[in-house]
């Protein structure tokens, strides 16, 4: 909804499989929501393990992280 409310177009995922979460899902969200923050003349949000590689387990503070930059942009 962030995105289509600031211009932008639906984002593509990497993997549209979404049966278990990866850290490729996870990239995608950051992605997706930096680029609203951009849209806006934003800084995009930092991020716990700014790089997820296939050896870095999703955890909670990667969620909450997403949620508070969603929330901040509300």
Do not use: C
């Not at 849209?39 to 503070?61: I, M």
């Amino acid at each position: 909804a962030l995105r289509l409310a600031y211009g932008l177009p639906a984002y593509v995922w990497n993997d549209p499989a979404l049966t278990t979460i990866k850290a490729v899902h996870l990239t995608d969200l950051r992605t997706a929501l930096s680029q609203v923050y951009t849209a806006v003349g934003s800084t995009p949000p930092t991020f716990t393990n700014p790089t997820l590689t296939g050896g870095v387990r999703v955890k909670a503070v990667h969620i909450m992280q997403l949620r508070a930059a969603v929330i901040a942009m509300e």
